[in-house]
């Protein structure tokens, strides 16, 4: 049987992962959460929805009663995955959050104790972690091809539009480009690496204070040192276009890669040569593998439980206070 899930919040991203999940072998799109009576109808007709299982978010905590549903996945704005993911997991259904998972350490700890008391899975929705060439690259540093990993570079930004946008309300974003494609630069140090980060430095520049107003960074420069040496640099930013690259250098070698998070395909090459892994849309492939994790308890190559996705928010809190002190964060 395969994972049968209600996606939350039918926005831009929700339709994608619908769109993706199509393809899947082991979830199912079977129900959907949604505020915009028109979008349910349309959804219902594209997916072949039973009335049965769409809700709003009024009625949305009656779900416990519905057996056809196995996880309910949170795909609204930032600020609304804690109230989301700990209603979906009070009604007893396993929840996978968009990310950020959280707009701070302290809500995504919450998360992350609410899903356990109600013995639900938490995971968080890092598609690159079930990419092709990204996991290629991980287990050629795991197998020591590229020897002593000492640098890691990411750079993850682009040019945000409309400024009346919820991206841009810090109620609802919790922050600026950190929380929204900033977090892409720390997880991907994270799992090149191999290691978690034991000190940040960060600086700010904001060049457009009326578009990014207080609490919502514009650009953020943030360094990320690693017990084993390594050093991380890296960059976020809502103001420059084509800024998806990943570099990862140790003693024997290297990669690099980009677009290296983009929706795809992902390009790049080690010291070896290019990488030919092939591009599936990574959306499917994450819906397969988390149906994997949460019907079968399957360890993935890179961990996308809530754990994991607060490892995330503990570095995000650490560059915000960083950028305010000016000096070094210890995360030890
Ligand atoms: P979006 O604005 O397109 O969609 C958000 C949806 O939430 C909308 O349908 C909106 O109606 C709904 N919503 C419910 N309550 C709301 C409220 N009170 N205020 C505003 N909207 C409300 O945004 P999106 O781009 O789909 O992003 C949604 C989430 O997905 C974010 O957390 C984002 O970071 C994440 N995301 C992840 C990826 C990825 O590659 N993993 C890509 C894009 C977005």
Request: aromatic letters at 8%; one cysteine or more.
């Amino acid at each position: 049987t395969p994972l049968r899930v209600a996606i939350m919040g039918l926005g831009s991203y929700g339709t994608r992962v619908a769109k993706a999940m199509k393809d899947c072998k082991r979830a199912k799109l079977v129900g959907v959460i949604s505020g915009t009576p028109s979008k349910i109808e349309a959804w219902q007709k594209e997916y072949n929805i039973p009335a049965k299982n769409c809700y709003n978010y009024e009625n949305y905590h009656q779900i416990k009663d519905n057996p056809d549903i196995d996880a309910v996945y949170v795909i609204t704005p930032n600020g609304l995955h804690k109230e989301h993911a700990l209603g979906a997991a009070k009604a007893g259904k396993h929840v996978i959050s968009e990310k950020p998972m959280a707009t701070n350490a302290a809500e995504a700890k919450e998360m992350v104790d609410g899903c356990k008391a109600a013995g639900v899975k938490l995971l968080v929705g890092y598609r690159m972690h079930f990419e092709p060439k990204t996991q290629a690259v991980i287990n050629m540093r795991k197998d020591g091809e590229f020897g002593k990993v000492l640098f890691f570079q990411g750079l993850s930004g682009f040019v945000i539009g409309d400024p009346s946008q919820w991206r841009l309300n810090y109620e609802l974003s919790g922050g600026g480009a950190m929380m929204d494609i900033g977090i892409y630069s720390i997880n991907g140090a994270r799992y090149m690496i191999g290691e978690e980060p034991i000190w940040v430095t960060a600086q700010e520049t904001k060049n457009n204070p009326d578009k990014f107003k207080e609490g919502v960074d514009e650009t953020i420069q943030f360094q990320l040192g690693f017990p084993g040496g390594a050093v991380a640099s890296c960059l976020s930013t809502y103001s420059m276009n084509n800024l998806d690259k990943f570099f990862l250098n140790g003693t024997k070698g290297f990669a690099e890669m980009q677009p290296s998070t983009g929706y795809g395909p992902i390009e790049g090459r080690t010291n070896k040569g290019p990488l030919t892994q092939p591009h599936v849309t990574h959306q499917t492939l994450q819906m397969d593998a988390m149906a994997d994790i949460i019907l079968d308890g399957k360890e993935p190559l890179v961990p996308v439980d809530g754990e994991e996705g607060l490892r995330d928010m503990v570095i995000i809190d650490a560059i915000y206070k960083a950028v305010k002190t000016g000096g070094k964060v210890s995360l030890i």
